[in-house]
């Protein structure tokens, strides 16, 4: 695809050796005009296999899969689940070229010490240690290339106690202390459905390659370490600083929150609505926006003039607030809202409140995000026609927009091995016979 601008990563390459964990970072560095270059083992990274996967559609069987010279495979074969339609991996590694390397075969770490003296990044996200088992640690790769920003992802980090554990994305989401926070307080903690904790590794790595970039101008490079379970804590915003200041662990705030207030009681009050056909987001009798008093006095308003309003024309919310409300009170009020709500589709709510000033909104499902008006009048969402799927996909687009050097349309995610020959033959120069000897010995 060409682009009137180049890049903002554009002469930059990156060697892509991360697994699920951290796999986003090479994603986002494709996007700003990186060459990436994802590396996986002969026969493909294990992160395939993770769901949810692409069905064929019709069902139709696809000519049956061989291997091509180059190690990589001609199309499909016809198995759901497969790993080539993990929609997962399909989205965390478009944009990158593929290629297949063994890096436990003494030949595959020469293979991979020549590339580096090519890049400018590697990221990675082996277990600690293991790299330099093979004489692939940062320091060895230094000394080929002083220039190199070499990322690490894990789970806990390049030291500590913890160091060499494993771990799960649900464990890095408990250990990180988010999961404290999540769901409703009369319940179990939850999670959020889709592996966040590696989706913020691979934020966190991305900025930190962006950042030692930036330190090296021109320079010799550095190691970046990045932690899973840290980048997890940092999304607890002030739950920390109240622990420090307090010894009180925060509620979770899920549909029903908690309040405290000054003479030390709590206000248990709903954050989240059932409506018609979903729920909105609105605060009753204030809170911490400015001027929700306001705006549950609009509503009051609306809901009188359409002869809904019952028990809430009572109150007088010029001065009723969450300071001052008893839980009594503040739960035979919420019984008009509740009635209200539940006779009227989100779309009917938050229109309402858009014309009358009125703090509500919408939790939108997937599908309301899909067809959000903001986000197609901003171009955000990218098809990419994906052959071997035999279908289009639709991405989220650049998650930052630069006027000069403007974020790159990712080409499909590879198959394993795809760009084998234009990799070891375009830029290392091997010959099609060396090449088809590694591939032999399962070093491609």
């Not at 060895?140 to 920003?149: E, G």
């Not at 101008?217 to 932690?227: F, L, S, W």
């Not at 974020?407 to 090449?435: F, I």
Request: aromatic residues 8%; contains cysteine; charged residues 20%.
């Amino acid at each position: 695809m060409e682009y009137a601008a180049p890049g903002a990563l554009e002469p930059y390459r990156v060697l892509d050796l991360t697994g699920a964990l951290g796999a986003l970072c090479g994603r986002l560095l494709a996007g700003l005009g990186a060459d990436v270059i994802k590396v996986e083992r002969p026969g493909g990274d294990p992160a395939r296999g993770r769901g949810p996967f692409l069905p064929m559609a019709g069902g139709d069987s696809p000519p049956a899969a061989g291997p091509r010279e180059d190690g990589a495979l001609s199309t499909i074969p016809a198995v759901t689940p497969h790993p080539y339609r993990s929609l997962s991996w399909i989205f965390a590694n478009a944009g990158k070229r593929g290629i297949t390397l063994d890096l436990a075969h003494p030949e595959g770490q020469e293979l991979l010490r020549r590339l580096v003296a090519t890049a400018d990044f590697l990221v990675e996200s082996h277990p600690p240690g293991y790299l330099e088992s093979l004489g692939l640690g940062y320091d060895d790769l230094a000394a080929i290339n002083p220039s190199l920003v070499m990322v690490r992802v894990s789970p806990f980090g390049q030291s500590g106690p913890r160091r060499d554990w494993q771990t799960t994305d649900i464990v890095s989401w408990a250990l990180g202390g988010q999961m404290w926070l999540d769901g409703d307080a009369d319940r179990a903690p939850v999670r959020p459905s889709v592996p966040q904790s590696e989706l913020l590794a691979g934020v966190h790595a991305a900025a930190g390659a962006m950042t030692a970039h930036y330190a090296r101008r021109d320079g010799p490079g550095q190691q970046v370490d990045i932690a899973a379970q840290e980048c997890v804590t940092w999304t607890l915003m002030i739950a920390a600083q109240v622990w420090d200041i307090s010894r009180v662990n925060p509620h979770r705030g899920g549909a029903i929150r908690t309040a405290a207030r000054p003479d030390g009681s709590v206000l248990e009050h709903r954050a989240i609505w059932p409506c018609k056909d979903g729920f909105v987001l609105w605060t009753l009798a204030g809170g911490a926006q400015a001027g929700s008093l306001a705006s549950t006095r609009a509503l009051v308003a609306w809901m009188a003039a359409e002869g809904d309003a019952g028990v809430a024309r009572e109150a007088d919310w010029s001065t009723l607030s969450a300071a001052l409300i008893d839980q009594e009170t503040y739960d035979r009020l919420s019984v008009p809202f509740l009635a209200f709500f539940a006779t009227r589709t989100k779309r009917e709510l938050f229109e309402g409140a858009l014309a009358r000033a009125i703090q509500l909104a919408p939790v939108n499902q997937i599908a309301d995000v899909a067809a959000s008006p903001q986000l197609v009048s901003r171009d955000f969402w990218a098809d990419i026609d994906h052959p071997y799927l035999q279908t289009a996909l639709r991405f989220p687009g650049a998650p930052v927009k630069l006027s000069e050097t403007p974020w790159r349309r990712p080409r499909p995610a590879p198959l394993p091995g795809e760009h084998n020959a234009e990799v070891y033959g375009g830029l290392l120069g091997l010959d099609t016979g060396d090449a088809a000897a590694l591939h032999e010995k399962g070093v491609i």
